[in-house]
């Protein structure tokens, strides 16, 4: 299974950044799995986002969950965040991952991508 994160580098503040993660080697709408975004922001720990399941349903940080939107699109085997709002502290390197729903292990992760929020 392999994730690729795709989308811009450089969103400007008050701006809605979007990102997708195409999965190749495997289906999102395969049982039993979550699909996952997990941020980095510079020089701090891993903070996860949030994620979609395989049936379309959907988890969110509490403290992000007013300006997160997760969603899918099967027909490609892609997954999207799309986060609003952002200001500086979104900044981050970001990346989707597979969650395993049996054992909650983070079994595959994307390459990252960095997200720089500045004007």
């Known amino acids: 299974v392999q994730l690729q994160e795709s989308g811009p580098g450089l969103v400007k503040p008050s701006q809605t950044l979007s990102l997708t993660c195409t999965v190749s080697?495997?289906?999102?709408?395969?049982?039993?799995?979550?699909w996952s975004w997990i941020r980095q922001p510079p020089g701090k720990g891993l903070e996860w986002i949030g994620y979609i399941t395989y049936s379309g349903s959907t988890n969110y940080s509490p403290s992000l969950k007013s300006r997160i939107s997760i969603s899918r699109d099967t027909s490609k085997n892609q997954f999207t965040l799309q986060l609003t709002s952002v200001t500086p502290e979104d900044t981050a390197v970001y990346y989707c991952v597979r969650l395993s729903a049996y054992s909650y292990e983070y079994d595959y992760w994307g390459q990252g991508t960095q997200v720089t929020v500045s004007s």
């Open positions: 080697g495997g289906s999102i709408s395969t049982t039993s799995y979550y």
